[in-house]
C-alpha cells in the first residue's frame, strides 16, 4: 500500500505524467483483463491459446527431451489458462514437477491454489505472490533442479523497449546454464489489427483502464472523476509500440491522501506500454540478455510467437 501510493506519487509528479501497468491487477482488473482475454477484437490470447492447444505434446516432448527432471516456473501466470495445456502435456508424459505460478496479484494466487489442482489431478503448486524477479530470485532456495521459465502473453512488452535487455538478463541471471525461457511475444502485423485490440469495440480495455484510476480512488482514497478521463491507445507501426494513455478532458485537481495533482485540459497520463516486435528482433534480445534462441512455435496466423530460448 506504501508502495503503491509512492509508485502513484512519483507517477503523477512526473512530466509527463505515468502510471505503472502492473497496478491494474487487482480482483477488479483481474476479471476485466479475463474479459479482455475473451473479446472479440484482443486476437492475442486467442493465438497464443492455439499454439498452447495444438502443440503442447510438442513443446512437452522438446523440453523433456533438454532438461530431463525439470520445474515449471510461471511469470505473471494469471490464471494459467494457457499454460494448463503444457502442464497437462508434461504430467501425460510423467515429467515429475513442482509447478510455481508468480504473480503480483494475491487474488489471481489464491485462484489458482484453490481451482488449479482441481482441473490437473495430482498437479504439484506452489504458488508465489509478488514481483516476477523478487519471486525468481527464490527459486534457486526452492529447488536444485533445472528450470523452464514461462513469461506468456506478451508480458514482456510491458517493458519500454530500452528496459527490456536488462529485465531479460536479470531473469537471466536467476537461472543456470541451460535453464530455458519460453517468451510469448506478440508479433508486428497490420497495424489496424494491433490497434483495435487495445480499442476494443465493447469498451473493455477503457474499463480496464479507468479502473486504475477506481483502484487508486477505494486504495488510496483519491479523488478521480471517472467521467474526466477518457482512455486513448496509440500503436506506431514503425517502432512496434502500442500505448494506452488516460486523458484529462478538462483543467482540474485531484487529491489523493493529503496530495493534491493538476491536470491541463487534454493532459494525458500513460499507463501502459505493448511493445511488438519482427522475429529477428526478438533473436537479438535473446543474444543480448545471455540467451541463445532454440525453438520457434507460431499460431497458424504468424501472429504470435512463443520463443524459446537457452541459458548460455
Ligand atoms: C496480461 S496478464 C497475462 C496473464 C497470463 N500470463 C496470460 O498470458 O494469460 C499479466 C499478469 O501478470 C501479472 N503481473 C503484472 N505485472 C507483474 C509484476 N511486475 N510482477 C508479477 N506479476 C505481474 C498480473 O497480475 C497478471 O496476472
Redesign the pocket.
Known sequence: MEIFLKDVQDGLNASPKYL???Y??DKK??EL?QQI?HSEDYY??RC?LEIFQQQSGKLAEFFKSKLGDFDVW??????????SYLLKALKDQDVDFIYYP????AN?IEWLQQNLPGKLPGLKLHGMQ??????LNQSKTQSAKPKLV??????VG?IPLGETGAFLSSIRNCLNVHDILMI?MDLKKNPHIIRRAYNDRDGITSHFNLNLLERINRELGGDFCLDKFHHYPSYDPISGTCKSFLVSLEKQQVSIGAEKFDFEKNECIQTEVSQKYSVSQTSSLAKLSGFEPIGHFFDSRNYFLEAVWECV
Open positions: 505503472q501497468s502492473k491494474f491487477y482488473g483481474d483483463f482475454m492475442l490470447t497464443e510461471e511469470l505473471g501466470a494469471g490464471d494459467a489458462t494457457k499454460s508468480v504473480d503480483i496479484s489471481i509478488g514481483e516476477y524477479l523478487a519471486m514461462l513469461f506468456l502473453g506478451s508480458n510491458n510469448g
